[in-house]
């Protein structure tokens, strides 16, 4: 089950999202527990046939619902020890630009466009406390579209399982 791009409009949009039935909603919670689940047990599950259940994880990765599959990592024993959240405020109107500068930064893992204080909030994960402060000064403050950054040091994180 490769990601694939969703299809847009002419004018660049995405198209209207169409409605989840109850079948969709517990392939989505199934997927999201375990993303390696195999279509038989998915269709199992949801009481569906098996091509029924291709065609439907085929729809939602189409339509944008399921962006990818991936493994969740516990960021200090893969050597990722140190994670911050680092608020950005960026000149008006440049968020596609830092935004294509902030995918290629190493160890970051989560981009947002925010409104409040700040416009954008990154998360990061680094070997240490100098390869963060590396990232931070030199990388990072060196995007001439940021204006200012806030680090907020990380002391402790756990990904939440969905809800059910």
Do not use: C
Not at 56 to 61: E, G, P, S
């Amino acid at each position: 089950m490769a990601s694939e791009q969703m299809a847009e409009s002419p004018d660049g949009a995405a198209p209207p999202p169409r409605p989840l039935d109850a079948i969709d909603q517990d392939i989505l919670h199934m997927l999201q527990t375990d993303g390696r689940a195999s279509i038989r047990s998915v269709a199992e599950r949801v009481h569906v046939s098996r091509a029924n259940a291709y065609a439907r994880i085929n729809r939602l990765i189409e339509d944008g619902v399921i962006r990818g599959f991936g493994a969740r990592v516990d960021h200090e024993r893969a050597g990722q020890g140190t994670s911050a959240y680092i608020t950005l405020k960026i000149v008006q109107n440049t968020w596609r630009t830092v935004r294509q500068q902030l995918r290629q930064l190493p160890g970051a893992s989560h981009i947002a466009l925010v409104g409040g204080d700040f416009d954008v909030l990154l998360l990061v994960h680094t070997p240490d406390n100098r390869a963060l402060r590396e990232l931070v000064l030199t990388r990072l403050q060196a995007i001439p579209e940021v204006l200012s950054t806030r680090t907020l040091l990380v002391f402790e994180e756990e990904d939440l399982e969905p809800q059910g």
